[in-house]
């Protein structure tokens, strides 16, 4: 095979091993080289009985041909006309013919390589004209890489085949419909809330058609619902014109008026979700859902893929095609957050799918005031695709037909594979990052060219006056009328007293109440029968019969069994226990983490398998034969995409219960963002409760100061208005009924528990089957080893450092004076079991605070502004920068320090 004039000596030895292996195997090749060698071995054998082998120039410029074609599959995205305000940058080689061998004079030419494009045999201008219509106009297209050649074949028939599709009159005037709801709505605002922050979609408002197009289109393929996540940019058009928001309710956003709830805090317009039915121009009705979120960009991505994969497991049968996630992302940002990066990586995984996400990225070129060659290393903003073989559509954003035809292909993908797809929306920002901004600052160029570039709307009424398709005055009566109907809102809106926020999935939630103070003076009875609990830790020990396990396995099960026998229950069977009672009265429980199918610390083994298939049981799906679903996932290494999506999930699940765990407790604060502005703030900004339950391994024994500390500091300085639960237990019962109360109220909140480490095979740390089948979760446990009357010192601690205390005051047999009390929920605080712990041994007694952690970390400064009643006094390691030592001889020391002081002070009582 000749070498073209851009091919290097290693293409065509490349080239030439992928003959080999062809000729080998040709199914060892991808689908373009086959084709291009099967051409060659056509060529070949139909000549070699003519010229001896010999191939004449003619066949030689069909290879040539099918080479230009491959050519513009692969590299024609780079020479497209996508960028409706600036130059594309320059890329070598190019298409032209000279570098693949061809000439000007071929032009003229039949080859029968148009074939290829189906095109039938065609002349080169032809061959050439298709392809720069199909690949380097307004639309380009990266999809070489994709390794399964069905995925590529119907992407190529489905671009190069139909290429541009014609649309009638009556479509053309729908698409200019919504342009026109997307301008005249900007426009109006600008008028009506001058320096009013509303981030303009000016510039982008090709995404209302295409959104439209979308929905449409996947409602024909079957879709019934469509949860969406994107930030602020362009949010208020899409309320107004996609979800059918009411005018009125946006404007009085705009006023800035009063909460009906006084304490309430509210979040800004652009933040709000949303929810509604409606139904297609085809009749079919859909839900479509608007899920909130902050400032912090990208962040709402993975709650959006947990809503979704919620409802395909609960609501829809396992249906992935029923339900759609859109991602609207800008520019800057998904080049530059990396949960972009986790969450593409969850697409394909067993835990997190969602049968493919449909990215737009309504890409500006500037972020802020950041160039687009300053925010990222990569070609493009949406190279972060490629990294799990995603097709990327870009489009200009001024074609707004190419727009619609680019987002029905990539739904119609999407439905197809299940994948992912992403449409790269060039376009450009009106104004500045906000409307009170000044962009030229930092682009004047850019603002300049941008300051007398006709809008979308402008250029497709032109388009269609031109066509015929409509008049201008039809084009004004229609921008009038639109006009009208918004003043006429905005009088509405001028009526309406005060703001009224809801719940952005009410319908889910509409069985629910807000919580309040005395709901938490006492727990509900959370306990089960003694002989339900007895059947039930027997079923989840036993494993199936007639399997090869791991003899270890066969071990622990045993000695599961064995619990249950000697009713001595340790922390992974009472958890399991409380698992297993609520999968059997109904509700699904759902965990997922690094490592959680075993347990970080092997106490779990809720997955087992075979020891010579490796096929996994899961005793806690063969309860009965009528159980609620336990579904238990290891996560990929993510904390902040993972709790994102199982916070998500959890919102589309109240009835059902849902743990993110970490592998160790201070791995937490790789998600603080998701903590931060979701878990502790969300009902506070936006009306919606969530169950999810935080699982943070906590405890000082040695480790380091990476695995010590789930910074409970943290937690508690969040804690407010009753947002959030803070538990740290100390016995397995304890435990039990915690997890079984977050499903046993009417109201949910978030649940964070500080997990043991030391105490999942402690002997003392053990609960009878009796305290299961009893009474409820209990916020504070007093010290069952002593007379009040003989107490003179009350230690108050938490969590394991409890037993530490214990372990010291039996070690030394005295300590009748000390009482041990436990803390076991910080959050809200338990005042009035406090208060009895008081009353029980008197305002006289000496109180004292004592705990494992740094004075400046723990609880401490959280107990010290909370509780009043008495005064305290603190018994702590010294202040510190970091959370733990990293020598586990210097913690003992230090750690015995603490518990030394704590005697010793209790001694100096005495005396």
């Given at each position: 095979?000749?070498?073209?004039?851009?091919?290097?000596?290693?293409?065509?030895?490349?080239?030439?091993?992928?003959?080999?292996?062809?000729?080998?195997?040709?199914?060892?090749?991808?689908?373009?080289?086959?084709?291009?060698?099967?051409?060659?071995?056509?060529?070949?054998?139909?000549?070699?009985?003519?010229?001896?082998?010999?191939?004449?120039?003619?066949?030689?410029?069909?290879?040539?041909?099918?080479?230009?074609?491959?050519?513009?599959?692969?590299?024609?995205?780079?020479?497209?006309?996508?960028?409706?305000?600036?130059?594309?940058?320059?890329?070598?080689?190019?298409?032209?013919?000279?570098?693949?061998?061809?000439?000007?004079?071929?032009?003229?030419?039949?080859?029968?390589?148009?074939?290829?494009?189906?095109?039938?045999?065609?002349?080169?201008?032809?061959?050439?004209?298709?392809?720069?219509?199909?690949?380097?106009?307004?639309?380009?297209?990266?999809?070489?890489?994709?390794?399964?050649?069905?995925?590529?074949?119907?992407?190529?028939?489905?671009?190069?085949?139909?290429?541009?599709?014609?649309?009638?009159?009556?479509?053309?005037?729908?698409?200019?419909?919504?342009?026109?709801?997307?301008?005249?709505?900007?426009?109006?605002?600008?008028?009506?809330?001058?320096?009013?922050?509303?981030?303009?979609?000016?510039?982008?408002?090709?995404?209302?058609?295409?959104?439209?197009?979308?929905?449409?289109?996947?409602?024909?393929?079957?879709?019934?619902?469509?949860?969406?996540?994107?930030?602020?940019?362009?949010?208020?058009?899409?309320?107004?014109?996609?979800?059918?928001?009411?005018?009125?309710?946006?404007?009085?956003?705009?006023e800035g008026k009063e909460y009906e709830d006084a304490l309430f805090?509210?979040?800004?317009?652009?933040?709000?979700?949303?929810?509604?039915?409606?139904?297609?121009?085809?009749?079919?009705?859909?839900?479509?859902?608007?899920?909130?979120?902050?400032?912090?960009?990208?962040?709402?991505?993975?709650?959006?893929?947990?809503?979704?994969?919620?409802?395909?497991?609960?609501?829809?049968?396992?249906?992935?095609?029923?339900?759609?996630?859109?991602?609207?992302?800008?520019?800057?940002?998904?080049?530059?957050?990396?949960?972009?990066y986790e969450v593409i990586q969850m697409a394909q995984l067993d835990?997190?799918?969602?049968?493919?996400?449909?990215?737009?990225?309504?890409?500006?070129?500037?972020?802020?005031?950041?160039?687009?060659?300053?925010?990222?290393?990569?070609?493009?903003?949406?190279?972060?695709?490629?990294?799990?073989?995603?097709?990327?559509?870009?489009?200009?954003?001024?074609?707004?037909?190419?727009?619609?035809?680019?987002?029905?292909?990539?739904?119609?993908?999407?439905?197809?594979?299940?994948?992912?797809?992403?449409?790269?929306?060039?376009?450009?920002?009106?104004?500045?990052?906000?409307?009170?901004?000044?962009?030229?600052?930092?682009?004047?160029?850019?603002?300049?060219?941008?300051?007398?570039?006709?809008?979308?709307?402008?250029?497709?009424?032109?388009?269609?006056?031109?066509?015929?398709?409509?008049?201008?005055?039809?084009?004004?009566?229609?921008?009038?009328?639109?006009?009208?109907?918004?003043?006429?809102?905005?009088?509405?809106?001028?009526?309406?007293?005060?703001?009224?926020?809801?719940?952005?999935?009410?319908?889910?939630?509409?069985?629910?109440?807000?919580?309040?103070?005395?709901?938490?003076?006492?727990?509900?009875?959370?306990?089960?029968?003694?002989?339900?609990?007895?059947?039930?830790?027997?079923?989840?020990?036993?494993?199936?019969?007639?399997?090869?396990?791991?003899?270890?396995?066969?071990?622990?099960?045993?000695?599961?069994?064995?619990?249950?026998?000697?009713?001595?229950?340790?922390?992974?069977?009472?958890?399991?226990?409380?698992?297993?009672?609520?999968?059997?009265?109904?509700?699904?429980?759902?965990?997922?983490?690094?490592?959680?199918?075993?347990?970080?610390?092997?106490?779990?083994?809720?997955?087992?398998?075979?020891?010579?298939?490796?096929?996994?049981?899961?005793?806690?799906?063969?309860?009965?034969?009528?159980?609620?679903?336990?579904?238990?996932?290891?996560?990929?290494?993510?904390?902040?995409?993972?709790?994102?999506?199982?916070?998500?999930?959890?919102?589309?699940?109240?009835?059902?219960?849902?743990?993110?765990?970490?592998?160790?407790?201070?791995?937490?604060?790789?998600?603080?963002?998701?903590?931060?502005?979701?878990?502790?703030?969300?009902?506070?900004?936006?009306?919606?409760?969530?169950?999810?339950?935080?699982?943070?391994?906590?405890?000082?024994?040695?480790?380091?100061?990476?695995?010590?500390?789930?910074?409970?500091?943290?937690?508690?300085?969040?804690?407010?208005?009753?947002?959030?639960?803070?538990?740290?237990?100390?016995?397995?019962?304890?435990?039990?009924?915690?997890?079984?109360?977050?499903?046993?109220?009417?109201?949910?909140?978030?649940?964070?528990?500080?997990?043991?480490?030391?105490?999942?095979?402690?002997?003392?740390?053990?609960?009878?089957?009796?305290?299961?089948?009893?009474?409820?979760?209990?916020?504070?446990?007093?010290?069952?080893?002593?007379?009040?009357?003989?107490?003179?010192?009350?230690?108050?601690?938490?969590?394991?450092?409890?037993?530490?205390?214990?372990?010291?005051?039996?070690?030394?047999?005295?300590?009748?004076?000390?009482?041990?009390?436990?803390?076991?929920?910080?959050?809200?605080?338990?005042?009035?079991?406090?208060?009895?712990?008081?009353?029980?041994?008197?305002?006289?007694?000496?109180?004292?605070?004592?705990?494992?952690?740094?004075?400046?970390?723990?609880?401490?400064?959280?107990?010290?502004?909370?509780?009043?009643?008495?005064?305290?006094?603190?018994?702590?390691?010294?202040?510190?920068?970091?959370?733990?030592?990293?020598?586990?001889?210097?913690?003992?020391?230090?750690?015995?320090?603490?518990?030394?002081?704590?005697?010793?002070?209790?001694?100096?009582?005495?005396?």
């Open positions: 095979m000749d070498k073209f004039s851009y091919m290097s000596n290693a293409d065509v030895n490349a080239i030439d091993e992928l003959y080999k292996q062809y000729l080998q195997d040709n199914n060892a090749v991808e689908e373009g080289w086959r084709t291009f060698f099967e051409g060659f071995e056509f060529a070949r054998k139909n000549y070699d009985e003519v010229v001896g082998g010999a191939i004449p120039e003619n066949v030689q410029k069909e290879f040539k041909v099918i080479n230009l074609i491959n050519a513009y599959r692969s590299r024609g995205h780079l020479f497209t006309k996508t960028n409706p305000v600036r130059e594309r940058r320059k890329y070598e080689p190019d298409l032209d013919l000279a570098n693949f061998g061809l000439e000007s004079s071929d032009l003229e030419n039949v080859f029968q390589a148009g074939e290829e494009i189906g095109i039938g045999a065609a002349t080169l201008k032809d061959i050439v004209a298709h392809l720069e219509a199909t690949y380097c106009d307004a639309i380009g297209i990266e999809y070489q890489y994709i390794r399964e050649p069905k995925r590529l074949l119907w992407l190529r028939n489905n671009i190069e085949l139909k290429n541009r599709p014609k649309f009638d009159a009556n479509r053309k005037k729908h698409i200019l419909h919504k342009l026109n709801q997307a301008s005249v709505f900007e426009q109006f605002l600008h008028k009506k809330f001058v320096g009013q922050k509303r981030f303009s979609l000016e510039g982008g408002e090709t995404l209302i058609p295409a959104l439209d197009a979308l929905i449409e289109k996947g409602a024909e393929l079957g879709a019934k619902e469509f949860v969406v996540g994107m930030a602020h940019r362009g949010r208020l058009n899409v309320l107004a014109n996609i979800f059918n928001k009411t005018y009125d309710k946006i404007f009085s956003e705009f805090d509210g979040d800004v317009k652009y933040h709000l979700g949303y929810s509604c039915y409606q139904k297609t121009d085809k009749g079919q009705e859909i839900k479509m859902t608007l899920t909130p979120n902050p400032s912090h960009l990208e962040t709402v991505n993975p709650v959006v893929e947990g809503i979704t994969r919620a409802k395909i497991d609960h609501v829809l049968d396992g249906n992935e095609k029923a339900i759609v996630p859109i991602l609207i992302h800008g520019d800057a940002a998904i080049a530059g957050q990396g949960i972009v835990g997190y799918r969602a049968g493919g996400t449909v990215h737009i990225v309504v890409n500006n070129q500037v972020g802020f005031t950041t160039n687009y060659l300053d925010a990222r290393s990569s070609t493009y903003c949406t190279d972060v695709a490629k990294t799990t073989l995603c097709p990327v559509f870009h489009v200009n954003g001024d074609d707004a037909e190419a727009v619609v035809q680019t987002i029905e292909i990539a739904m119609a993908y999407r439905q197809e594979f299940g994948r992912d797809v992403f449409i790269d929306l060039l376009c450009y920002r009106k104004y500045g990052h906000n409307e009170g901004d000044e962009p030229k600052f930092t682009q004047p160029k850019l603002y300049n060219i941008i300051a007398k570039h006709p809008s979308p709307r402008v250029i497709y009424l032109n388009q269609l006056i031109a066509e015929g398709v409509i008049t201008k005055e039809e084009g004004a009566e229609m921008e009038k009328l639109l006009d009208d109907n918004l003043q006429e809102r905005l009088e509405d809106a001028k009526q309406i007293e005060k703001a009224h926020i809801t719940d952005f999935l009410e319908e889910e939630w509409s069985t629910f109440r807000a919580a309040t103070d005395e709901d938490f003076e006492k727990s509900p009875e959370t306990a089960v029968a003694k002989e339900k609990l007895i059947e039930l830790g027997t079923k989840l020990s036993t494993l199936p019969e007639g399997k090869k396990y791991f003899r270890k396995i066969v071990k622990l099960f045993q000695d599961r069994l064995d619990m249950i026998t000697n009713n001595n229950l340790d922390w992974g069977m009472g958890e399991m226990l409380a698992y297993a009672t609520l999968l059997s009265e109904g509700h699904s429980v759902r965990i997922s983490g690094q490592d959680v199918e075993r347990g970080t610390f092997s106490h779990r083994h809720a997955v087992v398998k075979t020891e010579d298939t490796e096929e996994e049981i899961i005793t806690l799906n063969l309860l009965q034969e009528k159980q609620g679903k336990f579904d238990i996932y290891n996560s990929l290494l993510s904390e902040y995409g993972v709790l994102g999506f199982d916070y998500g999930y959890a919102f589309a699940t109240p009835n059902g219960l849902t743990i993110w765990e970490a592998q160790f407790g201070d791995f937490n604060n790789g998600a603080q963002i998701m903590i931060d502005q979701y878990i502790a703030a969300a009902e506070d900004k936006w009306h919606t409760q969530n169950g999810l339950v935080m699982l943070l391994p906590h405890g000082y024994e040695g480790q380091g100061s990476e695995h010590s500390s789930a910074r409970l500091e943290r937690f508690l300085q969040l804690c407010g208005d009753l947002n959030i639960q803070i538990a740290n237990c100390t016995t397995p019962a304890n435990y039990f009924h915690l997890l079984r109360r977050q499903l046993k109220r009417d109201f949910r909140k978030p649940l964070v528990v500080f997990t043991p480490k030391k105490l999942l095979r402690y002997p003392k740390a053990v609960s009878t089957i009796e305290e299961l089948a009893t009474g409820s979760f209990q916020e504070v446990l007093d010290d069952p080893s002593v007379n009040a009357k003989d107490v003179d010192t009350v230690i108050l601690c938490s969590g394991k450092f409890y037993y530490d205390l214990l372990e010291k005051k039996e070690q030394e047999g005295t300590g009748e004076n000390i009482a041990l009390v436990r803390l076991e929920q910080l959050y809200p605080l338990p005042k009035t079991q406090l208060d009895a712990i008081v009353d029980k041994y008197g305002k006289n007694a000496k109180y004292i605070w004592a705990q494992e952690e740094p004075e400046n970390m723990g609880a401490w400064s959280y107990i010290l502004r909370k509780w009043r009643t008495v005064e305290l006094d603190v018994i702590a390691r010294w202040e510190s920068a970091s959370p733990a030592t990293g020598s586990p001889a210097v913690h003992a020391i230090r750690h015995n320090r603490i518990i030394n002081e704590v005697m010793q002070y209790a001694k100096q009582k005495v005396s």
